[in-house]
């Protein structure tokens, strides 16, 4: 007798080299969740299909390989919406894969139906509707390829539950046919002879490093670029960790909330040359006044980024690793005493700063103070939020897939369940979650997937009492009028919450707590920890760049 | 604003408009007409867009269908040498009086009258996007009742040498 669906997905699966699923089960997966009971694959089972989403995207962050989740029909399915979204703004291969009702049940209102390829076809790169088990393998082994290569991105594959049961007849054939998908690898060489002999020619050149350059696995190509040419280097969000935050070409973090020198740099500079980044409105601020004086080379696999914010006046089409390691071979060693100087001057008249004398818990002291107590694997799981902006500019990442953090679409409550799915991918790394209690309440429910896992997740808890980005730009711009934004009196108490769900929980009011606190957590192996920093209740994120403003015009602590 | 035809060779399979529609849509793009059919192999649709806006604009709408992995290719027929078409059916009042006026605009047009009632007549008409409004615009005085249009569909001329 033939393979049912069911076993013919997993087999396809572990072909894949899947080797853990996140998964909620529901109706119409039962017959699948029966071949999983006693398959190969470790089933993570979550307590919201969100989470299951965050975690099949924060497993493929720390990892670089396709993380997968499994849930059911309707409400499972339409509860991925919000991960599958924010995989597809950060380009992070997931394979979604959701129960559907039976085939001659589709389309009439059925128990638990939701169309959920058409609801999520603007927030998926790809995704398929099987209605037959001969199209299963070549489906599945699409999925992975689509997923993960190119820019890569979330594709789901919905699944009606009689196509699970079929058996199918025949040989099982997952000859991929995919007539409209290419991928452009190789930069053109005419392409990159220009942008090498730009970067040879420019007095102020500066590299603009987006989350490509961690996609690709270019860290070591762009390293070495910028160090032989001397090219100063400044990383977007999603760029984090891809060049050393210690070294002295590192301009940090650009853009809305970036330092002021990078900003300042990005502003002066005569070269810009943007490697998988693609120009977002947080890194540009006013378009017009963004890198005015400047000529820009554009590296990136997607040829519908290149233009479609700025014009690139050096476009090349091409994997960042490739084309790096080309232009490599052909710039020249130069010195630029002048512009590096310039900037060592910014960096010191500009340093980030906080109010290191205050008796209160600052949350810029918690960013650092973690860093203090890991070790450079560590991962560094972010909500949204002002505790993401901290944790981006107080850390100092120097490794790829060190910082994950949802960037595009600034998704509250992904930070718990990323830092599950990271921590299942490299279960010898410490992993931290930087949280607000607004964000960590989002997805609050995925302590028990922690507990019940045994994971050591550090839970670096800023707790202000409120949603703390929105009331910044309610004190800044709408006169302190704190519409809606105040959470203190309404909060649980969260140590308890950790100890009720069977993780330790700690709190820390007083400066002197934090480290000890911290290294009490690292001293724990077998559950997660959290710990409630009570800091200062209305302390801003600065630089700040208002929006619509050009970059170099940020407001600083003193306004 | 300029009107700009793209020629999208897409995977003949449920969702693929859908997507393609979604895509304009999303991005704010305004399509005036979108045409799709079979083309010589079966695994494959052919869909004519056409949309307004300047050539930037036209730009990213090509790059981001190309992305879209059901879209095979996509060509910008804007300048492209071309045969277009587009096909009208109208339902003109023609009451007896009017009835032979009415033909006659046919007849210039080389349209046929491919329906008789009472006191209309529907008329079907090929052309250019100018021909087919020319007689649409003629017509008008006598009253349309009731019009279906296909939008245009194009494809680029054969090399001759």
């Not at chain 1, 979204?85 to 209102?109: C, E, F, H, K, W």
Request: charged share 20%.
């Amino acid at each position: 007798m033939g393979k049912n669906g069911a076993e013919i997905l997993i087999d396809a699966l572990i072909a894949e080299g899947v080797e853990t699923i996140f998964a909620l089960p529901g109706g119409v997966v039962i017959p699948l969740f029966d071949r999983l009971y006693d398959c190969p694959l470790k089933v993570v089972l979550v307590r919201h299909e969100q989470g299951a989403g965050h975690m099949a995207d924060g497993y493929a962050r720390a990892s670089g390989k396709v993380g997968v989740c499994l849930t059911t029909s309707g409400p499972g399915a339409t509860n991925l919406t919000t991960a599958l979204a924010t995989a597809y703004m950060d380009s992070i291969p997931i394979v979604a894969i959701t129960g559907q009702v039976r085939t001659n049940l589709i389309g009439n209102d059925a128990f638990q139906e939701a169309d959920i390829t058409g609801i999520t076809r603007p927030v998926t790169k790809h995704n398929y509707l099987l209605r037959d088990v001969k199209d299963l393998a070549r489906t599945v082994k699409e999925a992975f390829h689509i997923a993960s290569t190119g820019c890569p991105g979330p594709v789901l594959i919905d699944l009606p539950v009689d196509v699970t049961t079929s058996v199918l007849d025949g040989e099982v054939n997952n000859e991929m046919q995919l007539p409209g998908y290419r991928i452009i690898v190789k930069g053109h060489p005419g392409q990159i002879k220009k942008a090498a002999q730009a970067i040879n020619d420019s007095e102020r050149p500066v590299l603009y490093a987006g989350g490509g350059v961690i996609i690709s696995g270019a860290a070591e190509e762009l390293a070495k670029l910028a160090r032989k040419a001397n090219l100063p280097v400044t990383t977007t969000l999603m760029g984090l960790g891809c060049f050393p935050e210690d070294d002295p070409l590192s301009l940090h973090m650009l853009g809305m909330h970036g330092t002021v020198y990078a900003n300042y740099a990005v502003t002066q500079c005569d070269l810009l040359i943007a490697v998988g980044a693609r120009f977002d409105d947080r890194v540009t601020g006013k378009l017009d006044a963004f890198a005015p004086k400047a000529r820009i080379v554009h590296i990136d696999v997607s040829p519908a980024s290149i233009g479609k914010i700025v014009t690139a006046d050096i476009p090349v089409v091409g994997d960042a690793k490739q084309v790096l390691g080309q232009l490599l071979k052909l710039v020249e060693q130069r010195e630029r005493k002048g512009w590096l100087e310039q900037i060592a001057q910014w960096k010191r008249e500009f340093p980030l700063s906080y109010d290191r004398q205050a008796k209160t818990v600052k949350p810029q002291f918690v960013v650092e103070q973690v860093r203090e107590v890991s070790d450079g694997d560590t991962i560094v799981v972010t909500d949204v939020g002002q505790c993401q902006m901290w944790a981006a500019q107080y850390y100092g990442y120097s490794k790829p897939r060190t910082f994950l953090s949802s960037g595009g679409l600034g998704t509250m409550g992904y930070g718990l369940p990323a830092a599950i799915g990271a921590q299942f991918a490299c279960p010898d790394k410490t992993v931290f979650v930087i949280a607000g209690d607004g964000s960590l309440q989002m997805n609050i429910q995925e302590f028990s997937t922690a507990v019940g896992n045994k994971l050591p997740i550090k839970i670096a808890l800023l707790d202000n009492g409120y949603l703390g980005m929105v009331r910044q730009w309610q004190e800044l711009f709408f006169n302190r009028r704190y519409s809606s934004t105040y959470l203190a009196d309404q909060n649980p108490d969260f140590v308890k919450v950790a100890e009720a769900y069977g993780a330790i929980g700690m709190r820390v009011e007083a400066k002197d707590g934090v480290r000890p606190a911290l290294e009490a957590a690292m001293q724990v192996s077998d559950k997660p920890v959290l710990i409630d920093f009570r800091i200062d209740p209305e302390e801003n994120v600065f630089p700040m760049v208002p929006a619509g403003e050009a970059i170099d015009r940020m407001l600083s602590r003193m306004a | 604003m300029e009107k700009q035809i793209l020629s999208a060779l897409v995977e003949n399979k449920s969702g693929v408009l859908a997507h393609v529609a979604g895509l304009f849509s999303a991005r704010g793009f305004n399509i005036d007409s979108l045409a799709v059919g079979e083309t010589e192999d079966p695994r494959f649709s052919r869909m004519t867009i056409v949309a307004c806006g300047d050539e930037a604009v036209l730009e990213q709408v090509r790059k981001q269908l190309d992305k879209l992995v059901s879209v095979v290719k996509v060509q910008d027929l804007s300048r492209a040498s071309r045969v277009e078409r587009d096909l009208l059916l109208v339902r003109v009042n023609a009451p007896p009086g009017k009835r032979s006026q009415v033909i006659e605009l046919a007849n210039t047009f080389r349209a046929k009258v491919v329906d008789v009632g009472l006191s209309e007549v529907m008329i079907e008409v090929v052309g250019t996007e100018d021909k087919v409004q020319a007689l649409l615009d003629l017509l008008r005085p006598y009253g349309i009742v009731e019009m279906a249009r296909t939008g245009r569909i194009a494809l680029m001329r054969s090399s001759r040498g």
